[in-house]
DNA sequence: GCCGTCCGTTCAGTATGCTGGACGGGAAGG
DNA sequence: CCTTCCCGTCCAGCATACTGAACGGACGGC
């Protein structure tokens, strides 16, 4: 869990020095705050020292990591990348509006994420009034076979597709027991979202808390769908307060759907 | 403006791709959503074609960019490592929980910054219930001489640090008429910050929006001093409601002060 | 206080990634 | 339809970025 273990794929590379950065770039993205120096860098990604110290320093001119004493940590210029990526997906920027003015949903905390493989990173956030601790903020990946978004986001691929990102996949990693255990477990939630239109995460990532989501398409070429969800804990989940969160659910899906396009 | 004209310092690094990589990403950040080929990143940087094109490649492998078509945009990897970056401070968690409870900033847009040269860094904000379309989202850089929190971050400063920031800067960019013009306006604003204990943006950002900001300490190592502020319309600046969000401003300053360290 | 260990940095030789030119495909214009 | 231009990709030779070992310093333990 804690290593990286070995260095996958530092496969013949054509720029192998920019593999290795995005590599070093990953264990400090793990590491948080706390520096790693070039000696746990070279162990941890089973290369050369000198050559990591190269990187590391290229880096750190770029501002895309800093120097804390002798060791190096995720720098700010990565953030600012990021902020760039996310405002060049005008989905994000219409998600913020549209999520205001949700008559029922603003008040919650609503989530955009897009489909990547078998995992969902999350691109937006609106918190609404009421307090739900969830840690996952921007930028953060989550399996999708517990989340609301995540599930959503599956049962929107055509068969062969979902087959195809099942495939490598036998266990399920479960944060709680209300997790589903098996593939099959998964399929047949599937096949009821498709039926139902939208997916229900029931305690699956956190307990006691719920979570609605509608698949939304994604306009960004060669980006997967993605999908939004708003989550509340499950005390607060009456029939008649899911009734209009999924009206406005839907509500931010036509909107975020609507092909408009600026020139 | 467009351009990012020549390669400023692609100066004898010791890791050139990796150096030639950050500046490839910069160009694509401006590009936002819109694909960059080879050649015209080639153009923009007065690099190698072939070696762009390389290095495009290993950045795409990594996530870190994507392939649309044959161009090439910010990928959702940068997204993450940002995320990771926000993360990795933990005065952005503690900001978000303390700006939800003040009494009155909570219905207010509230920020984090950080500064950094003479530039700010957004790394956090809160969104009240105010609407203030304010694009400044995280990751967003701006001037510090026109904005609450670089002003405040700013003033913070010794007078010889400031004086070496200040050294190559003659011409102030003026978002709005409000603006400073001249560096001896800025540091006249500036004493009257430290003076008073924080620092107004008074529509110099954009016409009809104020703004308060109080400087935080940075609890990281190697970074400059951040900033909080809280943004309204000017039609809405009271006095008394000016009052108690600077009570409130000061309580987050307080909180986020605060060195309580986890072991 | 001494020594063993580990770290980050330096340096010269060499394998290797970078370069510039050539190739094939696509779109726009005549 | 043919031409022209421009783009992205491929390839071999050369310069150069990478490597591995050695160095000096900092800690911690025997």
Redesign the pocket.
């Known amino acids: 869990m804690t290593d990286t273990t070995i260095d996958r794929a530092d496969a013949?590379?054509?720029?192998?020095?920019?593999t290795?950065a995005a590599l070093i770039l990953d264990v400090m993205a793990e590491s948080g705050a706390e520096?790693?120096?070039?000696?746990?860098?070279?162990?941890r990604l089973g290369?050369?020292?000198?050559?990591?110290?190269?990187?590391?320093?290229?880096l750190a001119d770029a501002g895309l990591v800093r120097?804390i004493?002798?060791?190096f940590a995720l720098g700010r210029r990565i953030a600012e990348l990021g902020g760039a990526y996310l405002a060049s997906i005008d989905q994000v920027q219409e998600f913020y509006d549209l999520a205001r003015r949700l008559p029922a949903g603003s008040e919650e905390t609503v989530q955009l994420a897009i489909l990547d493989g078998v995992e969902v990173t999350y691109l937006a956030r609106h918190d609404g009034r009421q307090p739900v601790r969830l840690s996952s903020g921007i930028g953060r990946r989550l399996p999708a076979f517990s989340t609301a978004t995540g599930k959503a986001a599956l049962a929107s691929l055509p068969t062969d597709e979902l087959d195809r990102r099942l495939e490598g996949v036998t266990r399920l990693p479960q944060a709680t027991p209300h997790a589903h255990a098996s593939v099959d477990d998964l399929r047949r939630d599937l096949a009821r979202i498709r039926d139902r239109g939208y997916a229900i995460d029931d305690e699956e990532t956190m307990e006691g808390v719920v979570c609605y989501g509608v698949m939304i398409p994604s306009r960004q070429p060669g980006e997967g769908p993605c999908a939004a969800s708003i989550t509340l804990l499950k005390v607060r989940a009456t029939d008649a307060r899911v009734s209009v969160l999924l009206d406005d659910l839907e509500q931010l899906r036509a909107g975020l759907s609507d092909p408009l396009r600026r020139s």
Chains 1, 2 share one sequence.
């Open positions: 013949d590379s054509l720029a192998p020095a920019v290795r520096p790693v120096g070039p000696s746990e860098l070279a162990r290369l050369p020292k000198s050559s990591i110290a190269n990187i590391c320093g290229a120097r004493g002798t060791g």
